[in-house]
């Protein structure tokens, strides 16, 4: 089994940057053999792919609502996968949280994702 968990959320400006950080816990889990990604949820909106990533960083798909403002990106010795977060608007304001999938190309489904992490609050402000 494994856990992950979210940090780096909170509040920022409007233009301003966040990092999000998703670590994987468990020690056999061959967090390295999948793909990672980051959804997000609003009040009252479903969820929201955001970005995802291969098994080893070597191909990266976005949301186009943020594509040129965030940028994912993996270390597999730490078992984390990071979400930095650049120009933010306000519409990014939602629930943030990181999944493993079950294969190891980068995709866009949520129901390919296996683990999911309990979310970290990102508010931005106008």
């Known amino acids: 089994q494994v856990q992950l968990v979210e940090s780096g959320g909170g509040l920022a400006q409007a233009g301003g940057s966040l990092r999000l950080s998703c670590a994987a816990s468990?020690?056999?889990?061959?967090?390295?053999?999948?793909?990672m990604g980051w959804f997000r949820q609003a009040p009252g909106r479903e969820r929201e792919f955001v970005a995802a990533?291969?098994?080893?960083?070597?191909?990266?798909i976005y949301a186009d609502s943020v594509k040129g403002r965030f940028t994912i990106s993996r270390d597999n010795g730490k078992k984390t996968v990071y979400l930095q977060m650049s120009s933010l608007k306000p519409e990014d304001t939602a629930v943030y949280c990181c999944?493993?999938?079950?294969?190891?190309?980068?995709?866009?489904?949520?129901?390919?994702?296996?683990?999911w992490g309990q979310g970290t609050q990102v508010t931005v402000s106008s």
């Open positions: 990533i291969s098994w080893n960083g070597g191909n990266t």
């Open positions: 999944a493993i999938a079950r294969v190891a190309t980068a995709t866009i489904g949520w129901r390919v994702y296996d683990y």
């Open positions: 468990g020690r056999t889990f061959p967090f390295a053999n999948y793909a």
